[in-house]
């Protein structure tokens, strides 16, 4: 009856700020970021992506309440760097890893649908390895063996460049 | 629920950012349907034969013949007649606007990182048959000693949509919705840093 309405859970109110930042008296150099109408999805991947920075002392996040849409991110850093300047390079990097997921994906499409394909699915497995970078020849270009697109780092940085 | 061809979907407006007040051809697809029993028998009356508005807009069938789903029967005499109007939404405000049937997820086929501890009578291998996955992998040679610090890096998913998008169109949607998240935030910290729209401003400098 009193239960809010469905859209609150991603629309923000006028008004209200995106982020708020809130300083954590106890702690030094921490900081809590309180992130409107967004959830785990964006929290848990965040605070993932935090703790792979060796600078980050402390990242966690917490949702307090099922009708309350916003979570709490609390980040402690050494005294290098900032919270702010952490969660901002864990942002960028995020985006870039969610390009690279997208650009290996749609040249795996590509590749598939490309009419000259027979499949050329790996048959042998690990060390294949991927040939012609530069190419957009379909059967060169043996993405099926990038398949470390989830992970991090390395050779993903260099699957865009031929889009 | 009848699902139906989204493809165009980036082109309607969401109808709470939409300027009409009620709804328009701009965020929303308008159907009709006029079917009357005159026959003996049940007439039963199928999704396809919802009229749409939109030509990209329709309900989703698997192929020419089929006639889509069941909506309602009728005995003789019957009648209906009804307007309907189809929004854009988002799944987290109800699921009838997921396109998402089935997600599945795996990494480490053959348990090569041991984050799995299963269950046997006698023997592993026999009593867990391995997934479709485990082909693209290799197994670790088991008197190999154990790396402890490997970390999964190839991840296995199958997608299955109610058939509004398909399947490609959905993981690379997904990307892209993730970085509008990601975008949106990287915005509200650089606002945040603008002194003047800040609230922390009375308190102790950060850090």
Known sequence: MNAPERYEMFTLPEGVRKI????????????????????????????YQLLKNP????????????????????????????????????????????????????????????????????????????????????????????????????????????? | MVPLTSHTVDEFKLTRDCTCTDYCKECSVEFNLHVKCTEEGTRTVYSTELISSNKDVSPVTEGPDDKGIILLKLRKGQEINIHCIAKKGVAKEHAKWSPCAAVGFEYDPHNNLRHLDYWFEKSVKDEWPLSKNAEEEMENDPDAPFDFKAEPTTFYFNVETVGSLKPQSLVYMATRVLQEKLGGLQLALDEDQNPESNAMDDAEPWV
């Open chain 1, 55 to 163: 600078l980050v002392l402390f990242a966690a996040y917490r949702s307090p309440h099922p009708l309350e849409y916003y979570v709490e991110l609390k980040v402690q850093t050494t005294a290098k760097t900032t919270p702010i300047d952490v969660v901002r390079e864990a942002i960028q990097a995020l985006m870039v890893e969610y390009g690279n997921i997208r650009s290996a994906f749609d040249a795996e499409i590509y590749r598939l649908d490309a009419p000259t394909g027979e499949d050329t699915r790996r048959t042998a497995r690990a060390g294949t390895g991927y040939g012609g970078f530069g190419s957009m020849d379909a059967q060169s270009n043996d993405f099926g063996s990038s398949g470390d697109m989830g992970g991090r780092g390395g050779r993903a940085d260099d699957v865009d460049m031929d889009f």
């Open chain 1, 20 to 47: 708020s930042i809130l300083k954590d008296p106890k702690m030094a150099n921490c900081l809590q970021f309180n992130i409107q109408r967004e959830d785990h999805t964006i929290a848990n991947i965040l605070r």
